[in-house]
């Protein structure tokens, strides 16, 4: 079992920046690949970005591609989301996370339903 909990979202003025942030307690991070995924009032939850393990391997929705990258590090049990050149289509619930491995392998994945534990989620809010 492993607890998530989401922080740094917040109001931003279009093409400014956010780093959010996915804490994690009561499990081993390091056996967890992590991702973040969103979701807009009356809309599914879409995928943003997954990152391995390890850290060496990462992938993102074409949408955010070149503007956000995650990372985590492991020593802290803390994953990010560094969001840059915001955009009011942007504006969702973010939330963070994870799904155990046993295997060392450099897995990512992109389909909620292949996660185990899930965030409360934040708010971020792109104006104008």
């Known amino acids: 079992q492993v607890q998530l909990v989401e922080s740094g979202g917040g109001l931003v003025q279009a093409g400014g920046s956010l780093r959010l942030s996915c804490a994690a307690s009561g499990g081993t991070f390091s056996t967890y690949a992590m991702g973040w995924f969103r979701q807009a009032p009356g809309k599914e939850r879409a995928f943003v970005a997954g990152?391995?393990?390890?850290?060496?391997?990462?992938y993102y929705s074409d949408s955010v591609k070149g503007r956000f990258t995650i990372s985590r590090d492991n020593a802290k049990n803390t994953g990010y989301l560094q969001m840059n050149s915001l955009k009011p289509e942007d504006t969702a619930v973010y939330y963070c996370a994870a799904r155990s491995i046993y295997s060392g392998m450099s897995y990512v994945y992109t389909g909620a339903k292949e996660y185990n534990y899930w965030g409360q989620g934040t708010q971020v809010t792109v104006s104008s």
């Open positions: 990152i391995s393990r390890a850290g060496d391997r990462t």
